[in-house]
T-cell receptor, first 115, second 112 residues
Framework: EADIYQTPRYLVIGTGKKITLECSQT?????MYWYQQDPGMELHLIHY???????EKGDLSSESTVSRIRTEHFPLTLESARPSHTSQYLC??????????????FGSGTQLSVL | DAKTTQPPSMDCAEGRAANLPCNHS???????VYWYRQIHSQGPQYIIHGLKNNETNEMASLIITEDRKSSTLILPHATLRDTAVYYCIVSPRGGATNKLIFGTGTLLAVQP
């Protein structure tokens, strides 16, 4: 099983602050994803990457940005947090570049609250 | 991508089989059926996937109809810890840029 870590687990922050949510995986997976999920609602893909120096926007528009400078690291940044950004953010990775299946491994998530 | 339709919620008695249906009537020939589940406050967990043959692993069985327009996830002996939202997803055969789109899923409540 892959190990994928997200920090912090919970974050409460004031409006206007810059924040970075960390996501790291130790299995050398090429593909990584960020999903956003409000309580009781479906997951929405906001960013994904299929390798170093590649990033793509997902199906839900997001004011966040991502980078992929190293294979194992896929941080998400909000330049100026707002209450509308309050949500759970889930990071995932997938072990295949050309895959026969989409077995994603998810982190435990970061619950972000912007006051 | 093909869309899926799942009942919003289901109940199951502990120790009994849980059968979760999924309709995917517009599935294409190269699309797989994936099942994930999400226990409250955790990230989703992969369960099983299949193309056209029935599949079984240590977690569950997947039954896909011959016309591939629907499938059923079977948890043979449900426990309280199986209470979760179960997602049925169809997606093309992998690839560098492929991605999974989650819907609203089925909330399975296992009752003691």
């Amino acid at each position: 099983e892959a190990d994928i870590y997200q920090t912090p687990r919970y974050l409460v922050i004031g409006t206007g602050k810059k924040i970075t949510l960390e996501c790291s995986q130790t299995m050398g997976h090429d593909k990584m994803y960020w999903y956003q999920q409000d309580p009781g609602m479906e997951l929405h893909l906001i960013h994904y990457s299929y390798g170093v120096n590649s990033t793509e926007k997902g199906d839900l528009s997001s004011e966040s940005t991502v980078s992929r400078i190293r294979t194992e690291h896929f941080p998400l940044t909000l330049e100026s947090a707002r209450p509308s950004h309050t949500s759970q953010y889930l990071c995932a990775s997938s072990p295949y570049r050309v895959a026969t299946n989409e077995k994603l491994f998810f982190g435990s998530g970061t619950q972000l609250s912007v006051l | 991508d093909a869309k899926t339709t799942q009942p919003p919620s289901m109940d199951c008695a502990e120790g009994r089989a849980a059968n979760l249906p999924c309709n995917h009537s517009t599935i294409s020939g190269n699309e797989y059926v994936y099942w994930y589940r999400q226990i409250h406050s955790q990230g989703p967990q992969y369960i099983i996937h299949g193309l056209k043959n029935n599949e079984t692993n240590e977690m569950a069985s997947l039954i896909i109809t011959e016309d591939r327009k629907s499938s059923t996830l079977i948890l043979p002996h449900a426990t309280l810890r199986d209470t979760a939202v179960y997602y049925c997803i169809v997606s093309p055969r992998g690839g560098a840029t492929n991605k999974l789109i989650f819907g609203t899923g089925t909330l399975l409540a296992v009752q003691p």
